[in-house]
């Protein structure tokens, strides 16, 4: 079993950088990809990124290209969110979420584990 918890988030201008945490603990961390989400409010979950059990093997949402990084520290059971070049469409609650397969997956039904999330607000 697997426990995620999200750290990192925060108010921001716009044109500026956030870098999420996602602690992570349970035998299984090292063994399967992960991922982070977010909730815009009123909106459903989206795929944001996920990243291969490796860390070879990234996979983001066009609407993130460019400006965010997702990767992983195994050794220290941890997963980030590098966000740059924020904009106001970013608001939103960030998840950091976990699956026992090693590969990237976009839907929320290939992840078994889930935190509980981290507001990020970006002002104009």
């Known amino acids: 079993q697997v426990q995620l918890v999200e750290s990192g988030g925060g108010l921001v201008q716009a044109g500026g950088s956030l870098r999420l945490s996602c602690a992570a603990s349970g035998r299984t961390f090292s063994q399967g990809a992960m991922a982070w989400f977010r909730r815009v409010s009123g909106k459903e979950r989206e795929f944001v990124a996920a990243?291969?059990?490796?860390?070879?093997?990234?996979l983001y949402a066009d609407s993130v290209k460019g400006r965010f990084t997702i990767s992983r520290d195994n050794a220290e059971n941890a997963l980030y969110l590098q966000m740059n070049s924020l904009i106001p469409d970013d608001t939103a609650v960030y998840y950091c979420a976990a699956r026992r397969g090693v590969g990237t997956r976009t839907a929320e039904n290939d992840y078994d584990y889930w935190g509980q999330g981290t507001q990020v607000t970006v002002s104009s």
């Open positions: 990243v291969s059990w490796s860390g070879g093997s990234t």
